[in-house]
């Protein structure tokens, strides 16, 4: 009867262990879905965003092509072709002829686009809204710099000009006037912050150099000969 019971002992503590194994077991295969699940719907919030992103840069190209069709439509070759590129960047509609014209002159410059087209732009809005109220007014230049940025693609100049209107509209719209010194630094700071690579960017920095002599060096020389 002893070894009855030893053996039917054992017998329990086998049972016992097969149940603990087959319990692990379990537990590790419901953690493993579980966590198939997690990637899976992280996937799925992955593969959404990137339709998204598709969709809007399939928006913003089906816009850039109305606009470069229209006009092809309404202004003459080599025209059009200009206006193409100081608009939306695209020097695809350029002769060979053309070219060499814009390189031997030396103003390729103008058909890059840069923070001066931004702020050419940015001033003939101004213009147009000058007499809207303060509030609508810098809604319009803000949604449109923020519009033709993203439109274009970001660049190291596009950056640093958006950045300068953005400063421009904050303080016209609390009527403060600009300190020239102070929007340099402000800007500079904001841009490395952002995009600490921009400190090796030679755009970035004849950006801010050609910046830095409209805004400071442009009124001390100004200020001195006259």
């Not at 719907?41 to 959404?48: E, L, M, T």
């Not at 695809?92 to 390189?103: H, M, P, R």
């Not at 931004?118 to 509030?135: D, G, M, S």
Request: charged letters at 25%; a positive charge.
């Amino acid at each position: 009867s002893i070894n009855m019971d030893k053996a039917g002992q054992t017998i329990d503590v086998r049972q016992k262990a097969r149940k603990m194994i087959q319990e692990r077991r379990n537990s590790k295969s419901g953690k493993n879905s579980e966590d198939d699940g997690s990637n899976k719907d992280s996937g799925d919030r992955s593969d959404k965003e990137d339709n998204e992103n598709n969709k809007d840069i399939a928006f913003l190209s089906s816009i850039k092509k109305i606009i470069k069709q229209n006009m092809l439509n309404r202004l003459d070759g080599e025209i059009s072709s200009l206006g193409i590129a100081y608009l939306l960047g695209d020097k695809t509609e350029f002769s060979g002829f053309l070219k060499e014209q814009i390189k031997d002159i030396g103003v390729t410059h103008l058909v890059v686009i840069s923070g001066m087209h931004l702020a050419i732009l940015t001033e003939i809005l101004f213009a147009f809204v000058k007499r809207f109220p303060r509030l609508l007014k810098t809604y319009i230049v803000g949604f449109f710099v923020v519009e033709y940025v993203a439109f274009i693609g970001i660049s190291a100049s596009l950056f640093r000009a958006g950045l300068v209107i953005f400063c421009r509209l904050f303080l016209d719209y609390f009527g403060r006037k600009a300190n020239g010194w102070r929007v340099v630094l402000f800007v500079g700071a904001i841009s490395l912050i952002i995009c600490p690579e921009y400190i090796t960017d030679i755009a970035w920095q004849l950006s801010m150099l050609a910046y830095i002599g409209i805004i400071v060096v442009y009124p001390l020389i100004d200020g001195f000969l006259f």
